[in-house]
């Protein structure tokens, strides 16, 4: 029974292993077909779901080449071409049953038009995202955090607390409804610009993670001894600088911690950008136009996409995942070893 | 001097608090608002082809519902690998592994559930999102049995020990028993947590517009509908996006309740 | 000559109908260690967290009665409970230092420790926060221990060395009284003996209150001691006296052991 329970137990925890090994390995060969493809380039390209002339006789495409960017694109697929060899465009034939129309072009030697399909834009969206959402909300979420641990008495502290709690249990497509339909207007007729944007969304996705932020900023700060504090209070100290030189340097590793945490929460977060980010494959040119984030890409384009389309959103959703994945066990580790 | 900057300091703080709670408060009073000016108890009744939420909400609590039978025992039995019998680099390498995973982004999993159930199974099904939930429950469920289990004092195992039971037996009538209220709590929240989830179901379990058990179709989900009726043109369908997620966060918000209630209450 | 004058002190936790200490009337000699003991609970953390108003982090609790503590300048005693401004608290706190029962060590270096209340008191020339962790620290019995690692992390020093560093930390902003609530009884025999030596030395330059339940220690360092019980001062009197010849009862039984 012992050694049943015992095994049992085991691969239960092996599972966690299993299916993150897993999803790496799913992702990976899922967007194979866009890795070959596009290579590590992929990630600086700009394009989308576009179709691309190649110009074998001059006159005969209407989207000739007028830009260098579009140029260097072709050069590089082209190259790839002829390095790739001949296995990928089997496979293709083979998984692909329905073949897409412009795969088909594609693998059909003719080669007028092909569609081009890079990660930039996404990319972008979901960096400027966060980093808005971070700007906005780490600030107010210290705020909130120092008021309920150190300034509001206990009475007060107590149930704002699970008040905060409460609202980072609120599902996130809330946040995105509530973003759209009564924040989105305000900043526009403030910033000018689309209700949906970059901005928006940012702003919506830090209103997001606050409570979130603030909850365990707030438990990393109340992990500090009382008795530290008073010692310090002993010395003289002002209430801030108990704050600023007893609680946030014993509670730094956790503080920092929560931040991270927060920050990876708002990297893979769908629901609330998914509504205002605008959905547009196009890099922003201002905080207050429209583009796209990964998540929002996944969510808006999966199970209509096929072929390469498909693959290419698979390799948006590895790219996420890595990401993630990095940030998070750096974190973890380096603050495992200063922790320790 | 001194006073002065932490005069400052507290008030900024003090400041930014209420800027947030003013935030939360606005989202909350707009939900309620827009919620029960379009709540009407027929919602309950009546399937989302009729105007009414039935199949989306009894969808959601089959689709979490699944996972929690999936998720739950799965991760408690994993955490007390972690805390009880792991030792070592692997215990903890799983510890870790699970703490990211807790992370993941949750459309990521949708994406890895569909490449290795939908399309092998050629289409998107309730029990795909199912599992997709079952997936992000567990983390959330290794994590909380692995926290409450080492709030255990160690002396309550070598009594039992003592005693001459066998270490499973120790763990499940004793260590479990004195961890209970804890887990039970964050398997609450964590429930709480995954009947709200959207993204890992868009392309797993879709949505129906119709009353259905039969997990191997499309299955009503009242997340994904929410989305749906959200982005359509007519202010109908937008009323009902509000009503459903107003119904959505009372559930939410009285699932979380139901757990911190019981954490109170068998303390004292 | 006493630096610091209790009297007719009572003391309300919030949320408490009944007084913690009840009319307490004693005083606190200057350069010599009053010591207060009696069983648990009967208000002696109370009484010395009263005396640097500590308690006041915490809002709610009701005082009356006088403390008063000596003004080093003008010679006059000062009611402290009198004091509502947080400017003053400051200041307060800065005369009156305070050692708890668990070492607090900052979570910051060795130095930076010791510096910490001289950098909030608004010394910032380098040489000379030198200077006076320096000789905090040889004043706390912990130089030797540590000059080599200055600028290691606190939380590096043993249990006992950590208690140290706290009584170096408060001496360094050199205050008139220095509370100890039961500073030895997380730490082992030498650690304890170590600090016992420590605190007769310090009283040369500084009053000394010690709340401990080791009447050894009682008897050993202090000059007076305070018996409590209840929230009652049941006795006040030179140590010796206390001792050897009890006026009360109650005072005798406890010393005694023969309390209950
Ligand atoms: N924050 C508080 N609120 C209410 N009552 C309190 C509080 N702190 C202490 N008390 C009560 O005040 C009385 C005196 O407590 P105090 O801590 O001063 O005792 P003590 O003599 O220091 O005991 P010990 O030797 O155990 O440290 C006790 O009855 C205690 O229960
Ligand atoms: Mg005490």
Redesign the pocket.
Known sequence: MEKIFRNLSLSSASLVFIILIGIFITLFLASKDAINEFGIGFITNPNWNKEISIEIDAKSSNETIKNSKVNEIEDFNLESDLFSDEDDIMIDDEDDIIIDEDDMLFNEDIKTTFTDYGALVPIVGTILTTLIALIFALPIAMGIAVFLSEIAPKNIAYPIGIAIELLAAIPSIIFGMWGLYYFAPIIADLVGGYQVSLLTAGLVLGVMILPFMAAITRDSMNTTPDVLKESAYAMGATKFEVIKDIIFPYSKVGIIGSIILALGRALGETMAVAFLIGSIFALPTAINSPTISIPVAMANNFGEASGLGESSLFYLALILFVISFTIISIAKLYFLKKAS | MRLLINKIVLGLSTLSALIGLAFLGWILVTLFIKGLGSFHFTLFLNDLINGGLRNLIIGQFILAGIAAAIGIPLGMVAGIYIQEYGRGKYAEVIRNLSDIMMSAPSIVIGAFVYAIIVVPTGGTSGFAGAIALAIMMLPIVINTTDNMLSLVPRELREAGIALGASKYKVIIDIVIKAAKVGIMTGILLAFARIIGETAPLLFTSETSNYFSLDLTESFPSLTVSIYDLANEPEQSSRDLAWAASFILTVLVLTINLAGRFFTRNKKS | MPVMNIKDFSFT????DHP?LKNINMKIRKNKITALI??????????LRSMNRIHDL?PGNKYDGIIELLKADTQKMENILDIKKENEFIQLRQRVGMIFQKPTPFPMSIFDNVAYGLKIAGIKDKSELEGRVEKALKDGALWKEVQDRLNKSAMGLSGGQQQRLCIARAVAVKPEVILF??PTSALDPISTGAIEELLVELKKDVSIAI?T?NMQQASRISDYTAF?YL?DLIEFDKTENIFLNPKEKQTEDYITGRFG
Do not use: R
Not at chain 3, 13 to 16: D, E, I, L, R
Not at chain 3, 38 to 47: A, D, I, R
């Open positions: 936790y919030p949320g408490v913690s009696g069983p648990s609970g009967c208000g002696k953390s109370t009484l915490y609530d039961e709340v339940h409590m929230g």
